[in-house]
């Protein structure tokens, strides 16, 4: 197979393996730090942890009520949340597959969900317009934050060490900045649809429904550049 870069020059793509095991699509997939082990979650209202180098199917994580829509491991691989259109966020232990949490406060279905670089809190965006934070030590299943500045639903949200970042269907990526109180807004005129960070968290990669993909330069943003 093969594909053609903007160069006009052809790519080759090889298909190194197919995991199979969803009843439904797919919606979700990511790998855990070193990238030895992957999750997966989808429409059967399941989650799956996968050896995807030797395709190996290792547990499945059932208890969502409807479909599940990310998932994000820690950084010790020892536990995950996900969410998605049952409004609740689930932090589980991995290697029971039990659930520890069920986080609440969103009113509308769950978008996407990350743990902050101590494992300590987990971010989550919603369809309610809404970004909300949730402390794991706690016992609490209620939001220690809630940010509520947007226009529209909120597709995806990133973390740094001190900052909150969030693509919006209203147009926009905003970061807060958690230690000032400050909120950064790129307008961007198209529904976001997916942002990503760059390793050194310097730009941001957001994907829009105008067919296009947008890279930002975060610090001359942060300059108002």
Excluded at 10 to 17: P, T
Aim: charged letters at 25%; proline letters at 1%.
């Amino acid at each position: 197979m093969a594909g053609q870069s903007s160069s006009g020059l052809e790519l080759a793509v090889n298909e190194s393996g197919v995991l199979k095991g969803h009843e439904g699509a797919v919606l979700a997939v990511r790998f855990n730090g070193d990238g030895n082990y992957c999750l997966s979650c989808g429409k059967d209202r399941t989650l799956r942890l996968w050896n995807p180098h030797r395709g190996i199917h290792i547990k499945t994580y059932k208890s969502h009520g409807r479909e599940v829509r990310d998932v994000h491991v820690t950084t010790d691989n020892a536990k995950l949340v996900s969410c998605g259109g049952d409004r609740q966020v689930f932090y589980w232990d991995v290697s029971s597959g039990r659930v520890i949490r069920k986080f609440r406060g969103h009113d509308s279905e769950v978008n996407s969900v990350k743990f902050n670089e101590y494992n300590a809190v987990v971010v989550s965006a919603g369809y309610d317009q809404s970004v909300r934070a949730f402390d794991c030590r706690s016992q609490s299943t209620e939001p220690i934050q809630i940010i509520d500045t947007f226009q529209d639903s909120v597709m995806s949200v990133h973390l740094t060490k001190t900052e909150i970042i969030a693509g919006c269907v209203d147009g926009t990526v905003r970061t807060f900045d958690i230690r000032m109180g400050r909120e950064l807004v790129d307008q961007l005129g198209h529904p976001v649809n997916c942002i990503s960070l760059s390793n050194d968290a310097n730009c941001v990669l957001a994907s829009c429904l105008d067919s296009t993909l947008r890279l930002l330069d975060r610090i001359y943003s942060s300059l108002g550049i």
